[in-house]
């Protein structure tokens, strides 16, 4: 993996379906935005996206899953598991004490491959020093090409209060 790797947390996936409309318009535009670029993903943020959406009922998940799946085939998102130098970083970062130890491997982890962290997580957002970034609210709202578009209509019947510390932790 190359330096300058632009990672997302399970915050910004869900963060489309944030019930904030700035929210889900910045994140929604980051996604269309990217549809031809690569990020990176970690395996247990691809858990933490599913453990939430099993939360709601199997309608809304229905309405849900085929944008995802559609957006996790048509864009490159790579999706990788922790190294044993992943694992140190997070254990050797000073700035991440504190934290929800979910927190500290995946900020470690972006840390440790020089990357950038896009999230829409409170936590990590008011913290200093981190290799996290927020997203600009765009003008106007993107379409997705095709027939994202109409998928991620129907997967706006899943709907996302916040993601404060009861959700990441």
Same mark, same amino acid.
């Given at each position: 993996?190359?330096? $300058? =790797?632009?990672?997302? &947390?399970?915050?910004?996936?869900? $963060?489309?379906? %944030? %019930?904030? =409309? !700035?929210?889900?318009?910045?994140?929604?535009?980051?996604? +269309? /935005?990217?549809?031809? &670029?690569?990020?990176?993903?970690?395996?247990?943020?691809? /858990?933490?996206?599913?453990?939430?959406?099993?939360?709601? %009922?199997?309608?809304?998940?229905?309405?849900?899953?085929?944008?995802? #799946?559609?957006?996790?085939?048509?864009?490159?998102? #790579?999706?990788? @598991?922790?190294?044993? =130098?992943?694992?140190?970083? !997070? !254990?050797?970062?000073? !700035?991440?004490? @504190?934290?929800?130890?979910?927190?500290?491997?995946?900020? @470690?982890?972006? $840390?440790?491959?020089?990357?950038?962290?896009?999230?829409?997580?409170?936590?990590?957002? +008011?913290?200093? /020093?981190?290799?996290?970034? $927020?997203?600009?609210?765009?003008?106007?709202?993107?379409?997705?090409?095709?027939?994202?578009?109409?998928?991620?209509?129907?997967?706006? +019947?899943?709907?996302? +209060?916040?993601? @404060?510390?009861? =959700?990441? %932790?």
């Amino acid at each position: 993996m190359s330096r $300058a =790797e632009t990672f997302i &947390d399970g915050t910004a996936f869900m $963060a489309m379906h %944030s %019930s904030d =409309e !700035a929210v889900r318009r910045s994140f929604k535009a980051f996604f +269309a /935005g990217r549809l031809s &670029d690569r990020v990176v993903l970690n395996l247990e943020q691809v /858990g933490w996206c599913d453990n939430l959406v099993w939360q709601y %009922s199997r309608q809304v998940q229905d309405a849900y899953y085929p944008f995802m #799946d559609n957006l996790h085939t048509d864009m490159r998102i #790579d999706r990788i @598991g922790y190294s044993e =130098e992943d694992l140190a970083a !997070a !254990a050797a970062d000073p !700035a991440l004490t @504190g934290l929800p130890l979910i927190k500290r491997l995946l900020v @470690g982890q972006v $840390a440790n491959r020089g990357g950038t962290l896009v999230t829409a997580d409170p936590e990590l957002l +008011a913290c200093t /020093g981190l290799p996290v970034t $927020a997203l600009p609210l765009p003008a106007v709202e993107p379409v997705f090409p095709g027939l994202l578009e109409p998928l991620y209509q129907d997967s706006l +019947a899943l709907r996302v +209060a916040s993601f @404060g510390p009861q =959700e990441t %932790s």
